[in-house]
């Protein structure tokens, strides 16, 4: 088979990366790929976004299987683009994943179909927010209604800051056409639980879990990032819970969508926090993580392709999807000032060193090549994975990998791995 990976960070390296170790893939491409996955697959310089580029290159190069990554060109319809043209595609079609691309329909979504959430209201006035906003408790949560980069997400601690949210979204547009409606709910106390689920519209088949570090600094200090580390399994999702989820969450979230005629075929990736009322959604992705990908296909035992042709095919409920018992950590190293502002360009010195002597894999994230040097090329330029029979094993693993690893101003948190709660 030939397939093409749409996007072109570290969660697409971890599907390349996976993908390359099925004995059915004759040639890999991605778009646009990065460094790191410019070495296992070939990188052609066409955007994620570019519906019209990504459909044309399928279609010239007689691909099998287009699987389409990122947020952006799901919520813009590339797979009903590609199977309009006949290519299988990977991931759900352009109304299902509204799931993610508004907040405002995902909660109305929870809402009408009982599914376990935050309480919360909607606004397309920020004069009506704010007003809102006067009689509320704090701390309070200001999302922008679309796509943000996974940085849409302010948890307000007092009434100024929330006001001040809501003018930076809806009046400054520091978000774009993301921040055209808010969503403002109340806050939830709680760890919070990633799990990411195949679904071919019918059945569901949740992966390994897995808990996400957002904040940029260490124990959770400063501004909300994409991800500066992620860890395998959860410490605190037991199988009860798990249990709970499918029944009350899970499988009612693809219930309600195949009632609203918006079937998910694809990944999606449930944003937990367990309550002292039990587990309730924040948020709906559709597609998998990032970082979360990057900690949980190495735990994969399948062969990646035959999971993505069951969902295509609709016939998921036939395979039996195994993991191994293994943990998995891993450390983001990023740019200096990354998620504000931060320079690239610099040369990365250590990643041999650090795979042959430390048994680490890094899934590139911001590099690329230029006079056969390695370069930084983005905020968040390596996840240093681990994999090891217990978390302490594995996260003692991963840092070890990074300690070979050096690259200007880089930043990177020292607690990956140790949140019990």
Request: aromatic share 8%; proline share 5%.
């Amino acid at each position: 088979m030939k397939i093409l990976v749409v996007g072109g960070g570290g969660r697409e390296h971890a599907i390349v990366w996976k993908l390359a170790q099925s004995p059915r893939v004759k040639k890999l491409y991605c778009a646009p790929g990065n460094g790191g996955i410019s070495k296992i697959a070939e990188c052609i310089p066409v955007k994620a976004t570019d519906i019209d580029g990504i459909t044309a290159f399928a279609l010239n190069n007689g691909i099998d299987m287009v699987m389409v990554a990122p947020d952006d060109p799901l919520a813009a319809g590339m797979v009903d683009a590609l199977e309009a043209k006949g290519v299988r595609a990977f991931g759900p079609r352009k109304n299902a994943a509204f799931l993610e691309s508004s907040k405002a329909f995902s909660k109305g979504i929870m809402k009408k179909y009982s599914i376990p959430t935050a309480k919360y209201e909607v606004f397309e006035d920020s004069g009506r927010a704010i007003e809102y906003l006067r009689y509320q408790d704090f701390p309070i949560v200001v999302k922008a209604d679309g796509l943000a980069l996974g940085k849409g997400v302010i948890i307000a601690q007092g009434f100024d800051q929330a006001q001040e949210a809501v003018n930076s979204i809806m009046s400054d547009k520091v978000f774009g056409k993301a921040g055209d409606k808010l969503v403002i709910e109340e806050f939830l106390h709680g760890p919070e639980v990633s799990i990411l689920a195949f679904t071919d519209g019918k059945t569901v088949v949740p992966m390994v879990s897995s808990q996400d570090h957002k904040r940029a600094y260490d124990d959770d200090k400063g501004p909300n990032t994409g991800g500066m580390g992620t860890f395998s399994p959860s410490r605190i999702y037991t199988p009860e819970m798990a249990e709970y989820c499918m029944g009350n969450i899970y499988k009612p979230t693809i219930d309600a969508m195949n009632k609203e005629n918006r079937k998910f075929k694809g990944v999606l990736y449930f944003g937990l926090i367990i309550t002292p009322e039990g587990p309730k959604v924040l948020e709906y992705n559709a597609r998998f993580g990032d970082p979360e990908t990057q900690v949980v296909l190495p735990r994969l035992k399948n062969d990646l392709v035959d999971i993505f042709d069951a969902v295509i095919d609709e016939k998921l409920a036939s395979l039996n999807i195994e993991w191994d018992n293994n943990a998995a950590v891993c450390v983001i190293m990023a740019s200096g000032g990354y998620p504000e502002k931060y320079a690239t360009g610099f040369e990365i010195t250590g990643i041999e060193a650090s795979e042959k002597e430390c048994g680490v894999t890094e899934f590139h994230a911001g590099t690329k090549y230029d006079g056969g040097k390695l370069l930084t090329s983005g905020g968040r330029v390596l996840g240093v994975t681990a994999v090891a029979p217990t978390l302490e094993d594995a996260r003692t693993k991963a840092y070890k990998g990074v300690g070979k690893i050096s690259f200007k101003d880089m930043h990177c948190r020292k607690d990956i791995g140790v949140k019990r709660n």
